[in-house]
């Protein structure tokens, strides 16, 4: 087990981490190093799904004021600043980060069977800023990584909250199974396990805050337009089948998309990137169709848009990472920061390899200099500008001063 933290002023910020094979213990040992004897306002959970949720949030409330806030989710991996060794393989692992202090308010929802309604799960998400009274505010998010159709649900946010409340977090996820996500929702009290859901916390602070986003990917080939898709399924590109298209750009077979694992495999190495104002926003081809020609990811790929496929390297990735978080320090126009959180994409996981991981971490370790905590995500959160906000590929951070 180990932890840190940072106060300043009347906010503080902790992280603790423990890889004990114990979920129970394991949970009450990185909730006591975050709060280190402090009483927290909220405390955020980020877990491996080797461990009995329940059993480990059990562990956390164990050590947390009763009415402490409790959110979290199971992860692909976690983000912690207390040299946490990647190096050394799966293992099961937790990560807590506990803030507190009168000049942080927080406050709580959940929404259930998100799936019923996205874009209403994210309007009845919102809500909890109402309650928020601060000079600056942001609302977090937490998400089912199973979710499709995802980026409704931030619009619905945003039709709510407009461009004054930033939005940031991240969608569950259960290290590639996809099977079962789950999110957490309590108090110190208790907290519940559950899925199809939205967490939200609304969090206002008395500093600044920060959000920053970088993703390291560059365009590779020709522009192509999507001339057939509905939702995250594309049927077709350049008036062909997509599938066919996909295939010939990236170098493939066609004998690739008949098995999904080493299709998937591939797929995370070559993403699409949709043409934005302000850049490229990528998405994650998770499977194809041969019978239909298709390809399906996660997030919406509309009619109309012009897309590339993208490349990177190992350096772009964790030059990407350190650049999302400074962008969030930027963002605290000088204050010194208390600590991070940070999302990033879980597929990153995949194409940097567990070795490189640890490289990126420590990476953003030396950029920082200041307490983070996070998880490797099934999606990605941050809107800052318009009602766009979902990403894939990329590592959302959010900073606190």
Known sequence: MRGSTEPTGDRWFGVGSSTGPRAGQAGADAARAAQAGRRANLVVVFCSTLYDAAELLEGVCSVTPDDAV??????MGELVSDKHDWAAGPQPSVVVAALGGPGFAVRSTFVPRASADHRQAGIEAASVMDQVNAPNKVMLMIL?????????????AYSVLGASVPIVGGCAADNLTYTLTQQFY??????????DSVVAVGLGSSGPLGVGLGHGWHKHGQPMVVTGSNEGEVFLIDNQPALDVYLRCIGAD????????KFREVAFNHPLGLSRGDGEDLRVI????????????LADVPQGALVWTMRTNERSLIEAAVSSCQMALDGLGGAEPVGLLIFDCGARVVRLGRGNVSAEQGAIRSAVGAPFAGFYTY???????????????????????
């Open 70 to 75: 409790v959110v979290g989710s199971t992860s």
């Open 144 to 156: 089912d990584g199973l979710l499709r159709e995802r980026h409704k649900l931030v619009r619905g």
């Open 186 to 195: 309590g108090t110190g009290q208790a907290v519940d396990v559950l899925s």
């Open 254 to 261: 066609k004998s690739l998309a008949e098995d999904a694992y």
């Open 286 to 297: 998770h499977s194809a169709n041969p019978e239909r020609g298709s390809v399906s990811c």
């Open 379 to 401: 999606g990605e959160i941050a809107r800052t500008r318009g009602s766009r906000g979902t990403h894939h590929l990329t590592v959302a951070s959010l900073a606190l001063a």
